[in-house]
């Protein structure tokens, strides 16, 4: 189960992904009169592989200890930090976003060299 795409996941992610980059071709529309499909979508799939590449980190365990530390200096947690980070694993997927970001920037490249 591990190496597959999560359909629903991939679904999800392709709506949030169109629904943004439909926004961002109406906001040119409107800021200038033109309508430029292109930037949306390269935008669209830009700012989602930030967000998969955040998540990337995220997974490697790069951001436990800040978290652990804040917990800990709050004092919600007395735990170790080997406890903790094994009772909180980070279980969100980042596959299907950077497929989809970079499936989003190459349509925008093929768009951009068709128009």
């Given amino acids: 189960m591990r190496g597959k795409l999560d359909r629903r996941g991939l679904m999800k ?9 439909a926004v961002i071709t109406l906001y040119y529309l409107r800021l200038d009169g033109q309508l430029r499909p292109v930037d949306g979508l390269f935008l669209s799939g830009i700012f989602f592989l930030c967000v998969g590449l955040f998540r990337v980190v995220r997974r490697l365990g790069l951001f436990d200890s800040a978290i652990y530390g804040t917990q800990r200096l709050l004092g919600r947690t007395k735990q170790s930090f080997f406890e903790y980070t094994n009772e909180h694993p980070y279980t ?3 596959q299907e976003l950077l497929l989809l970001s970079a499936a989003f920037i190459l349509a925008s490249f093929a768009l951009w060299a068709v128009l």
């Fill in 13 to 21: 992610n392709l709506l949030w992904m169109l629904l943004l980059a």
């Fill in 92 to 94: 969100q997927r980042y």
